[in-house]
């Protein structure tokens, strides 16, 4: 039985992850407002025209866009939910573990799920449109296909990655997204892959920010520095040697998953707690605490 006094603590938020209590993204919601209100003079001086009608809709739809992004909350505070390793992997990537603790992706939100469908229609059909217009003689049209087809493209993989996050979001027989610990182990749930990752195969762990964005927040990472030869996947995908964790897409808060991660990578002694009630109990404790360490 592990030893208490041997279990690693809650870590304190990584210096580097800036901000530990991130407010909503004023940025957005402001340039929200401002397309709302572009959208609003654009449809008042159109006057009937169809171009500038269409050309408003086009700017709401951007506006409340950014809406959707403003509200959504940057972190959330969740906890591990304690299961059956065997029900989340596929027989091809098996494991070692049999009780892990998940922590389940977060959803999209119907209304970001709307949105991006919407977008993908949209940009979809301007596309084809645009298609249509340069084969009936006016090639000009062909200048800004590249650019629709690619957004659309865009949109399109964020419609079917919300709508698959929806999907097995609170199902074990869709096999939900999100991180598994184990104590031999990390499972990684993807939309397009499964990752198991043996203690052995980490060769660190460390604490990383998003690339910075015009009006956009940097968000927490967690860089995994992996020996790919040990690392099983699903599908023979190719492993990298730095595989990446986003625990702003989790239902938990990223201190939580940093710890978890760093605490339990650092100490091999204590993983033997892991997948069993005490270890439930530990990582229950340390949702609860995370918001204000």
Known sequence: MTDPSTLPRLREWPARWGDSRRRRNTGMLGLGLALFVLAGAMIGFSRGAEGPLWSGAVVALFGLTAFAVAARRPFLKGRARLVDAASLTRESVGTLDVRVHFLFERRPGVVILLLCVIWALVLTTATVVAIGIGVSGRPEAFLGVAVLAAAAALFVFAAVRAAITQYRADSFGRRPLGVGIGAHGLILLRATET??????????????????????????????????????????????????????????????????????????????????????QLLDEWAAAAPSA
């Open 195 to 280: 990752l198991y990752l043996p203690w052995s195969a980490l060769r660190g762990v460390e604490a990383d920010p998003t690339e910075p964005r015009r009006g956009m927040d940097q968000l927490p990472l967690i860089r995994l520095r992996v020996d790919p030869a040990r690392v099983r996947a699903s599908g023979g995908t190719r492993v990298p040697a730095t595989v990446t964790v986003a625990p702003a897409m989790l239902r938990a808060h990223p201190q939580l998953v940093w710890s978890v991660l760093r605490g339990f990578h650092d100490s091999s002694s204590a993983r033997a707690v892991l997948g069993t009630p005490a270890g439930e």
